[in-house]
């Protein structure tokens, strides 16, 4: 699955944008995680500063040497959205 990532606001305006996408490979893997199971490889997945916490710890056990550097910048975006007000992570399937 590949997904574009990005930081939205409450209006769904793209306030930053990852230049590279995430590929994660395997993906019918991702039952074993509790939010990475709800990506949708065709839609947008948004979530929300409550569920930030839960996102990063299943994107650090997705993480593996071939996509720690993509990772570690969805980690990036992530915090970022839990402490700014009005934010939310964007996943977009291609």
């Known amino acids: 699955m590949t997904f574009s990532v990005s930081i ?18 395997n993906a019918t893997d ?16 948004i979530f929300n500063h409550y569920q930030i916490a839960d996102l990063i710890v299943d994107l650090e056990r997705l993480s593996k040497p071939a996509t720690s550097v993509i990772i570690s910048q969805v980690i990036s975006l ?17």
């Open 8 to 25: 939205e606001d409450e209006t769904r305006k793209a306030i930053e944008t990852l230049s590279n996408p995430l590929i994660i490979e």
């Open 30 to 45: 991702l039952s074993h995680f509790k939010l990475l199971q709800y990506l949708d490889p065709y839609g947008d997945t």
């Open 78 to 94: 992530a915090n970022r959205c839990k402490n700014e007000i009005h934010t939310y992570l964007c996943f977009n399937g291609e």
